[in-house]
């Protein structure tokens, strides 16, 4: 589920990139999404640029999108 982030002092791509991340975070941790490629999720949440995607998750979440659907997946 995505959740609002206060509009406040974030320009409008910063909140579209935002909501991008929680989305491919939220679907990250879906069990039954979990023979998608992390490529297809990021393609589908409005990622073109893979190595783009890769940074600005990892800056955001603090680890790789395989990393977090790893540790997601541990915690069910």
Do not use: K, N
Request: a positive charge; charged letters at 25%; hydrophobic letters at 35%.
């Amino acid at each position: 589920m995505v959740q609002p982030v206060p509009c406040d002092g974030i320009d409008p791509g910063g909140y579209l990139l935002e909501q991008r991340l929680l989305m491919v975070a939220s679907i990250l941790c879906e069990p039954g999404r979990s023979h998608l490629p992390i490529a297809t999720i990021a393609y589908d949440c409005g990622f073109s640029d893979l190595s783009h995607f890769g940074r600005v998750f990892r800056r955001r979440f603090d680890r790789t999108p395989g990393e977090w659907r790893r540790q997601q997946g541990r915690r069910r």
